[in-house]
């Protein structure tokens, strides 16, 4: 590359600027081994450079770009597993997977440009996080090049060594993914003038198991869209319950995920993402409604996206609302910015992993913690091997201290499963309460609108919460794979390679499904000013 390509890499999503060097594109792990080995310099892996904190932000680096490592290398539909490269997009994956009747399920609104190294490597909670969970969920086995140069794999005990860790410790080269039967899809819009009237029908809803997104939008950000000036909560299902369907649905998500874009256009190119209990979010919505601070949130997991303009000083009080309540961060990570939110006893597990996996520090200096191993960046002297010798001796044998027995990984995750499991018993009990005193009396006005929002197929509210992200059941799966062994070799083949074409009765299928909703439309013209059925028709009393 020549310097001004370089210039491109000086920078990510976060608009930190560093120094990258060199910029390498390698197609095999092979590749990426030989990089690491070629010098004691600090390598920043980098996917699509989209990233918020500056995790991806050179420092004097050598920048490697995996963009051109995006195959599928095996694919098994008898045990729902596919094996990919580190390059390879959430959207092309989808594509191909889609094309024969799968999908991975976790899904981002920037899925066009959001790399699967990059995910694990934030262990990133997609859109529909409330039902899938989070990347490390649907991932059995990464390959990685340590800090050493040698090729590694881990097996799903031990991912935290990798997932949430920003490639401090590795660069992922390939990973083993768990998919699922893909299934169509729906939705339903909710809309109110009372903050507290979504959040009770939210707080229902979170409970039914084919609800898989609840996004809201408080009324500045639902004008900007094109929504009615209110609050507008979009309800995805995972079956066909909600009244919004076929190419109407895709418009909707479509549109939905434009709200990036149009932030960023009025100039919003600084976001946050707090997560917080559900009973928390009510006060900080209502604190950024006072101080006119644009946001959107998943109720579902309690994700707040939460966006400023540049030099804004409202940011500030923002930030120490959020610190008060000494919330967790969502997707976005730690990188360059946030790395003070990382507490003691993190940085200390964090720097464990990082020193086994990467004595060195060669990988992604700087970001989410400071290790002192001396890195020398390109145009200083290497250190001889001697030197490197001598180092690696002091610290090749580190082990665990006392009372630390297990990996750091398992540390990591004992603690934050009993804190978890502490704070969410008090806040569940809490919920409870709080429901049975203070909403038993709307029971039914909510569930009135609930039966608006999600049709008359089932009006009852599951009791069954407890499904693990990734394995629930579909109830309208698309048959994907057939039995004769003859018509999945042809389906491997055309998955592999991407010789694949569209379902030739897509197009009658949605013709019926809107004949159907336009006469379910008919039925319910009573509803029509509660619940919006698709984007092009608004309400003519709304306001």
């Given at each position: ?80 597993t ?37 995910i ?36 799903k ?16 080269t ?34 039914e ?14 004008k ?17 319950r ?35 209990y559900f ?11 006072l ?23 409202k ?63 390109p ?65 039914a ?21 407890s ?77």
């Amino acid at each position: 590359m020549n310097k001004r390509e370089i210039v491109c890499y000086n920078f990510d999503g976060s608009g930190i600027e560093g120094k990258a060097e060199k910029v390498f594109f390698p197609k095999t792990p092979e590749d990426v081994q030989s990089i690491i080995r070629s010098g004691n310099f600090d390598v920043v892996p980098r996917g699509s450079g989209t990233g918020l904190m500056g995790g991806a932000v050179p420092k004097k680096s050598i920048v490697v770009d995996l963009s051109k490592m995006d195959k599928i290398t095996e694919f098994d539909p008898k045990k729902n597993t596919v094996r990919v490269e580190a390059g390879i997009s959430v959207k092309e994956l989808n594509e191909k997977l889609n094309a024969v009747g799968f999908e991975f399920p976790i899904y981002y609104s920037n899925l066009d440009i959001s790399k699967i190294g990059s995910i694990i490597a934030l262990n990133s909670p997609g859109n529909r996080s409330l039902r899938y969970g989070t990347a490390k969920d649907w991932t059995d086995e990464i390959e990685f090049v340590n800090g050493r140069g040698e090729l590694m794999k881990n097996s799903k005990s031990d991912l935290m060594d990798f997932c949430g860790m920003e490639g401090i410790t590795g660069i992922i080269t390939k990973a083993k993914l768990r998919i699922k039967p893909l299934t169509k899809r729906s939705a339903s819009v909710f809309q109110s003038e009372e903050l507290e009237e979504v959040l009770s029908v939210a707080r229902r809803l979170k409970l039914e198991k084919e609800v898989i997104l609840l996004q809201l939008f408080p009324p500045e950000v639902s004008k900007l869209l094109g929504f009615p000036e209110k609050y507008n909560l979009i309800i995805e299902f995972d079956s066909e319950r909600g009244k919004i369907r076929n190419q109407d649905y895709e418009n909707l998500i479509d549109l939905k995920d434009r709200v990036f874009y149009y932030l960023y256009k009025d100039g919003y190119y600084d976001s946050e993402d707090p997560k917080l209990y559900f009973d928390r979010l009510r006060d900080l919505f209502s604190f950024l409604e006072l101080n006119k601070v644009p946001y959107f949130s998943y109720l579902g997991s309690g994700n707040v996206h939460v966006f400023f303009k540049e030099n804004d000083y409202k940011k500030q009080d923002v930030i120490k609302n959020i610190e008060k309540t000494r919330v967790k961060f969502a997707s976005y990570g730690f990188g360059l910015k946030r790395k003070n939110f990382i507490d003691d006893f993190e940085k200390k597990v964090i720097l464990r992993v990082k020193k086994r996996h990467d004595p060195f520090g060669k990988i992604n200096k700087g970001k989410m913690i400071d290790f002192d191993s001396r890195v020398v960046e390109p145009g200083d002297d290497v250190p001889d091997s001697r030197t490197r010798e001598r180092f690696f001796d002091k610290i090749k044998d580190i082990k665990p201290g006392n009372g630390e027995e297990k990996t750091a990984s398992f540390v990591s995750e004992d603690l934050k499963k009993q804190e978890s499991q502490a704070e969410l018993s008090k806040e569940e009990v809490k919920d409870v309460e709080d429901f049975n005193k203070n909403i038993m009396s709307k029971k039914a006005r909510i569930n009135e609108l609930i039966r608006n929002v999600v049709g008359e197929q089932k009006s009852g509210v599951s009791d069954n919460i407890s499904e693990i992200p990734g394995k629930q059941s579909v109830r309208h799966p698309v048959k994907a794979v057939s039995e004769s062994d003859s018509k999945e070799k042809s389906l491997i083949d055309s998955i592999m390679t991407n010789k694949y074409a569209k379902k030739s009765d897509d197009k009658k299928e949605v013709k019926e499904g809107d004949n159907k909703e336009k006469k379910q439309d008919s039925d319910e013209s009573d509803i029509i000013k509660r619940i919006m059925t698709n984007k092009y028709r608004r309400d003519e009393n709304a306001s």
